[in-house]
């Protein structure tokens, strides 16, 4: 054991409650800070301010939240086995140190090539090492409470870009964007780095401690018929590991990969120009700022509310549920001109988007277990990260050539419909069956043992 190790499960013993919410605690920290900063909530009041000032086209400023979301397409699998290697904590430790530096260094661009360098690969981290470190360390350390763990980091998330982002804008009306950004960048060195390094563990098994700790599993007879031999049901905690070769064999894996990319392509279109879309409207920024704050705060309550459902109905079917409130309300965007409407479709867009985030990082380990979750965590980021990535751009360039949001909102809202009817398919993954030995018992005069799966 390394002294960071031993000092960890010291602690753990030390506290009077289960040490995974001291890993939550973390998520918390690294939500009001890191998580923030590279999120198109917060960039969306940048939008305005940095594109009248440098002369810019908002399809071009578009393109590096889209191209830094490319870059994590590629990035992510390997992300994804460093955290099954190494955890969680030494990624996000180094992730919120980067994303620190490009803040302030964003604080000084006068270019476009300047601030595509800085912004691209802060972007990259924010979709790669971010969105899946995250939720992978809280899934590692629970199993039961598994759905209050991730909500509550989805909670912090939600608190931090609904206040965030209405800061940024007082202190860019107040001041300037620039000192925006550098505000950014300290708030992220002082809450991201270190309590990353110190606190976060790989998994409890490494200090000797259980996973939450789980109960025993319930009579599939009492369940669900769809449901009863996987996860991600009512009742059913024990856990099935699959490895990555028996998880890309199984037909829910590829519709939740795509339905990830849909959903997600349609938030990070949205979130990111709601508050363009409310100023092209006639709202005044101030008032139209309010939006991005909304989007944000709507989820916090949502996310309880979809934790709470997460163990009494099976998981596709809320999947389902969340889509549909997204595309009511991205279509209720399209005709919102004035406060109210904008308040209401905002906080119609936040409640289901609390709920997909929810979802989607829960799906992944109550189907395939925690023993390579990051590694098949990291494969289906590609397709998430590059919806994010189509997103903001396809939005961008649609109003640079009808110079109106409502296209591409509606777009989006048939979008995620479509993926809410796909999501019913996707049913829980049966239990892996055991591989055919290699050799017949007793042939090969070796022990018995399992043959290897072919693409693990």
């Known amino acids: 054991m390394t002294n960071v190790t031993v000092w960890r499960t010291r602690l753990a013993h030390a506290l009077p409650f289960y040490y995974g919410w001291a890993i939550v605690a973390n998520g918390v920290a690294v939500s009001l800070s890191t998580r923030t900063v590279m999120a198109v909530a917060t960039l969306s009041v940048f939008v305005v301010p940095m594109t009248q000032s440098m002369g810019w086209s908002v399809g071009m400023f578009s393109g590096a939240v889209s191209l830094g979301g490319l870059v994590a397409v590629f990035v992510s699998p390997i992300v994804g086995r460093w955290l099954d290697k190494y955890g969680a904590g030494v990624i996000l430790g180094a992730g919120s140190f980067a994303t620190g530096a490009v803040a302030i260094g964003l604080a000084f661009v006068t270019h476009p090539i300047a601030f595509y360098f800085l912004y691209v690969p802060g972007r990259m981290i924010f979709s790669g090492p971010l969105e899946m470190g995250l939720p992978t360390a809280i899934s590692n350390w629970f199993i039961r409470r598994r759905p209050m763990g991730l909500a509550v980091d989805a909670i912090a998330k939600g608190a931090g870009l609904s206040i965030v982002p209405w800061v940024m804008q007082l202190i860019i009306t107040g001041y300037d964007w620039r000192t925006a950004w550098f505000t950014l960048g300290i708030l992220t060195f002082a809450l991201g780095v270190v309590p990353s390094l110190l606190l976060v563990a790989r998994r409890p098994e490494d200090m000797g401690l259980e996973p939450d700790p789980a109960p025993a599993r319930q009579d599939p007879a009492n369940q669900d018929a769809d449901d009863a031999k996987g996860s991600g049901n009512s009742g059913s905690f024990a856990e099935i590991d699959f490895t990555v070769g028996q998880a890309l064999r199984t037909r829910a894996f590829w519709i939740l990969a795509i339905f990830s990319g849909a959903s997600m392509m349609v938030q990070a279109g949205v979130s990111l120009h709601q508050v363009s879309h409310y100023i092209n409207q006639g709202i005044d920024p101030r008032f139209a700022a309010i939006s991005a704050s909304t989007f944000a705060l709507a989820q916090m309550p949502a ?50 988007v609390g709920g997909l985030h929810l979802l989607i990082r829960l799906v992944w380990a109550d189907y395939y277990g925690r023993q390579n979750l990051g590694t098949i965590r990291g494969l289906t980021m590609s397709a998430q990260v590059g919806g994010q990535a189509l997103g903001p751009v396809i939005a961008g360039f649609m109003f640079d050539y009808f110079d109106s949001y409502r296209i591409p909102f509606t777009f989006f809202a048939v979008a995620v419909f479509l993926a809410g009817i796909m999501a019913l398919a996707a049913k829980p993954p049966q239990a892996p069956t055991p591989e055919p030995l290699s050799d017949p018992p007793g042939v090969s005069g070796q022990p018995d043992r399992q043959a290897p799966v072919p693409g693990d």
């Open 303 to 352: 996310t309880l509310l979809w934790a709470a459902l997460a163990r009494r109905m099976p998981i596709r079917f809320l999947m389902m549920a969340a889509s549909f409130v997204v595309a009511l309300a991205a279509a209720g965007t399209v005709m919102s001109d004035w406060l109210l409407p904008e308040i209401i479709s905002a906080a119609g867009i936040g409640f289901g």
